[in-house]
């Protein structure tokens, strides 16, 4: 599977974002779908992830802020994401994987290209 995430920018702290990743390829609807981030300077972080079933996991830093979604229809996954704080700032990365759940990056085996997202305060 292919994945390309977009929609990324800049927008101040409070505000709102949405990222999306369209898979190609098929059968998307059987992989867990992630969020992941890297912050410049740091590692990479676990954001989001969202099961075959619909089951979604946060990390808490975002918990109550960001929302997973996917619509199998589309072979897309998005990411909601509000109340944007600076720590926020990253370059976000979507990220494919058979597996049933998991939050470990390396245990993905398909990614996409990341999109900058920048808070300003």
């Known amino acids: 599977v292919q994945l390309q995430a977009y929609g990324g920018g800049l927008v101040q702290a409070g505000g709102s974002l949405r990222l999306s990743c369209a898979a190609s390829?098929?059968?998307?609807?059987?992989?867990?779908m992630g969020w992941f981030r890297q912050g410049s300077g740091k590692e990479r972080e676990f954001v989001a992830a969202?099961?075959?079933?619909?089951?979604?996991y946060y990390a808490d830093s975002v918990k109550g802020r960001f929302t997973i979604s996917r619509d199998n229809a589309k072979n897309t996954v998005y990411l909601q994401m509000n109340s944007l704080k600076p720590e926020d700032t990253a370059a976000y990365y979507c990220?494919?994987?058979?597996?049933?759940?998991?939050?470990?990056?390396?245990?993905?085996?398909?990614w996409g290209q990341g999109t900058q997202v920048t808070v300003s305060s």
């Open positions: 390829g098929r059968s998307f609807s059987s992989y867990l």
């Open positions: 969202i099961s075959r079933s619909g089951n979604t």
């Open positions: 990220a494919a994987d058979l597996s049933l759940v998991t939050r470990i990056d390396t245990e993905y085996d398909y």
